[in-house]
């Protein structure tokens, strides 16, 4: 069964850093999205991707952060400048239609 | 704005004993829910949605549009349920997720 995968499983970054998050969505489908979830908060909404743009975003996505579709396999998360409240559990998810399916997650740690 | 309310941060019970995990939703249009779950270790994973009105493990969920409610049923739980559970509705034509808090089941023998 086609799964979202999700690397690297574990990152830890320097505050100040740019990290990139990469994720491989299941290959027919055509919308990506990025959750994070904060140690003990809940799964939230940072953007979706749709025919190579966002088609929407929450305010937590300023402009520290950036998606890209690089080929036509990853799907990338870019955050410019990291900051300690960066610290997070990043979820991918890629959906079809409504039913999204996640990624194992990538734990970013910033210190 | 809209808004899931999982009210309760962890519920324990023997198994064999019945399950309800609650959720309430608030969303001015035509609500879409899910529940997920999250075994150890696991990553997140549909149960169900309200659209498919089918039973998926034992599990039950039945949109409740006067009390704004997707309550998660199991009559006799099983140790193996055990897990995290997520309230989820999707709005809007990019159909973005919003998630409750999540609940702890904790399925004692």
């Given at each position: 069964e086609p799964e979202v995968t999700q690397t690297p499983s574990h990152q830890v970054t320097q505050m100040g850093q740019e990290v990139i998050l990469r994720c491989v969505p299941i290959?027919?489908?055509?919308y990506f999205y990025w959750y994070r979830q904060i140690l003990g908060q809940k799964v939230e909404f940072l953007v979706s991707f749709y025919n190579n743009e966002i088609s929407e975003k929450s305010?937590?996505?300023?402009?520290?952060f950036s998606v890209e579709r690089p080929d036509g396999s990853n799907f990338t998360l870019k955050i410019r400048s990291t900051k300690l409240e960066d610290s997070a559990m990043y979820f991918c998810a890629s959906s079809e239609r409504t039913e999204q399916f996640f990624g194992p997650g990538t734990r970013l740690t910033v210190l | 704005a809209q808004r899931v309310t999982q009210p309760e941060k962890l519920l324990s019970v023997f198994k064999g004993a019945p399950v309800e995990l609650k959720c309430n939703y608030s969303y001015s249009g035509s609500p879409e829910l899910f529940w997920y779950v999250q075994y150890s270790r696991q990553r997140l994973q549909l149960?169900?949605?309200?659209?498919?009105r089918e039973s998926i493990k034992g599990f039950t969920a039945d949109l409740n549009k006067g009390e704004t409610s997707f309550h998660l049923k199991k009559p006799f739980a099983q140790e193996e349920d055990s897990a995290m559970y997520y309230c989820a509705l999707l709005t809007g034509a990019n159909s973005k997720l919003t998630f409750g808090k999540g609940i702890t089941l904790s399925v004692r023998p």
């Amino acid at each position: 069964e086609p799964e979202v995968t999700q690397t690297p499983s574990h990152q830890v970054t320097q505050m100040g850093q740019e990290v990139i998050l990469r994720c491989v969505p299941i290959s027919n489908h055509l919308y990506f999205y990025w959750y994070r979830q904060i140690l003990g908060q809940k799964v939230e909404f940072l953007v979706s991707f749709y025919n190579n743009e966002i088609s929407e975003k929450s305010e937590i996505f300023d402009d520290q952060f950036s998606v890209e579709r690089p080929d036509g396999s990853n799907f990338t998360l870019k955050i410019r400048s990291t900051k300690l409240e960066d610290s997070a559990m990043y979820f991918c998810a890629s959906s079809e239609r409504t039913e999204q399916f996640f990624g194992p997650g990538t734990r970013l740690t910033v210190l | 704005a809209q808004r899931v309310t999982q009210p309760e941060k962890l519920l324990s019970v023997f198994k064999g004993a019945p399950v309800e995990l609650k959720c309430n939703y608030s969303y001015s249009g035509s609500p879409e829910l899910f529940w997920y779950v999250q075994y150890s270790r696991q990553r997140l994973q549909l149960l169900l949605r309200h659209i498919s009105r089918e039973s998926i493990k034992g599990f039950t969920a039945d949109l409740n549009k006067g009390e704004t409610s997707f309550h998660l049923k199991k009559p006799f739980a099983q140790e193996e349920d055990s897990a995290m559970y997520y309230c989820a509705l999707l709005t809007g034509a990019n159909s973005k997720l919003t998630f409750g808090k999540g609940i702890t089941l904790s399925v004692r023998p």
